[in-house]
């Protein structure tokens, strides 16, 4: 079993910088693809970014795609999201996922462990 625990969200102002972690414990993360989702008040929890196993492979949704960057740290046990630009838009609770498989996964039915959550809130 993997617990994961997201940190580094608040109150930002539009066109600054955030960056997210997540911190896995119980299990070691070299063996799983993760990801990071969002969820906006009303809104379906949406993909984000993902990275394969070793961080060979990422993916990002468009509209994240040159300002959202993800990464992990495996000797940490640690999943990060830097984000650039950010947008009022990007208003959402962000969640750190795991996937039981080295390839990377967008939706989130896909995906097996999932964190508590952060909320981000990018002011006008």
């Known amino acids: 079993q993997v617990q994961l625990v997201e940190s580094g969200g608040g109150l930002v102002q539009a066109g600054n910088s955030l960056t997210l972690s997540c911190a896995a414990s119980?299990?070691?993360?070299?063996?799983?693809?993760m990801g990071w989702f969002r969820q906006g008040s009303g809104t379906e929890r949406d993909f984000v970014a993902a990275?394969?196993?070793?961080?060979?492979?990422?993916y990002y949704a468009d509209p994240v795609k040159g300002r959202f960057n993800i990464s992990r740290d495996n000797a940490k046990n640690s999943l990060y999201l830097q984000m650039n630009s950010l947008k009022p838009e990007d208003t959402a609770v962000y969640y750190c996922?795991?996937?039981?498989?080295?390839?990377?996964?967008?939706?989130?039915?896909?995906?097996?462990?999932w964190g508590k959550g952060t909320l981000v809130t990018v002011s006008s």
């Open positions: 996922a795991g996937r039981l498989s080295r390839g990377i996964a967008t939706h989130h039915s896909a995906m097996h462990y």
């Open positions: 119980g299990r070691t993360l070299s063996d799983y693809a």
């Open positions: 990275i394969s196993w070793n961080g060979g492979i990422t």
